[in-house]
C-alpha cells in the first residue's frame, strides 16, 4: 500500500483537478492521454500518493485552459458550493451541472 502525503499543495492541486475534471465531463483515463501519463499514475496523484510535478501542472494548464496557479488556491477560494465533487461516477452527462470557473475567482 502507497503512503499517503500531507502537503496542503499536493492536496489542494488533487482536490482542484477533480473539480476540473468533473467541470470538463473528463476521466482520469483521457486526462492521462493528453498528459502522456498512465491512467494508474494519474489516480495515484488525485491519492496522494505520487507527487505533482510542474510538468504536470503545465500540461492540466493547457488541458484544463486556467492559469497553472488555480491548481494551488485553497479549492474553498475558488469553487462555489462545495468543494469536493459528487460521486466519482457522476459528471455533466450524469445531470451534473454546477458552473465551475476557476477564472471567475
Do not use: C, H
Request: proline share 8%; net charge positive.
Amino acid at each position: 500500500m502507497a503512503v499517503v502525503k500531507e502537503d496542503p499543495d499536493q492536496i489542494n492541486i488533487s482536490r482542484n483537478v477533480r473539480l476540473l475534471l468533473v467541470r470538463d465531463g473528463m476521466s482520469q483515463q483521457e486526462l492521462g492521454e493528453r498528459l502522456g501519463i498512465k491512467q494508474t499514475n494519474i489516480s495515484g496523484r488525485l491519492r496522494g500518493a505520487i507527487d505533482w510535478t510542474i510538468k504536470d501542472l503545465t500540461g492540466m494548464s493547457e488541458v484544463f485552459e486556467v492559469p497553472i496557479d488555480v491548481f494551488l488556491k485553497d479549492p474553498k477560494q475558488l469553487w462555489p458550493g462545495p468543494v469536493e465533487p459528487p460521486s466519482r461516477r457522476r459528471s455533466k452527462k450524469a445531470g451534473y451541472t454546477r458552473q465551475l470557473d476557476p477564472k471567475a475567482a
